[in-house]
């Protein structure tokens, strides 16, 4: 939390924090829906996570997937740049290089899920 003094000075406001969404384990803005998104999975009984991404939500998942001990399974466009991957591989996830674009990407994700629950 960061404290903006000076906007709440403006909106007469004494103490008005913002949360920086890129100050956490990921550097992802995508942290908060994933967390809710793998505590769901964990009640509902899942074990390995799936994504479609060219690079934060990638990171988020992985990250979160293995805080959660699950297995995780990062889908991308085989052109991503790999700086963009880095986020997610120090979180060990499967890195999964798909040809085509990011729509591609999400099909073959969507088909799966179907496939294999």
Known sequence: MIKAS???EKLGLN???IYNDYLNPSYSFKNRPVAVAITKAVE???DI???AS????AASVAAYAAMAGLKSYVFVP???????LIGAAVYNP???NVEGNYDDV???????SKQYN
């Open 94 to 96: 499967i890195i999964i």
């Open 15 to 17: 103490n008005l924090y």
């Open 49 to 51: 996570i799936a994504c």
């Open 54 to 57: 060219t690079g934060n939500l």
């Open 106 to 112: 999400n099909i073959l994700c969507s088909k799966l």
């Open 44 to 46: 509902f009984g899942f």
């Open 78 to 84: 085989q052109n991503t740049e790999r700086g963009k």
């Open 6 to 8: 000076n906007l709440g």
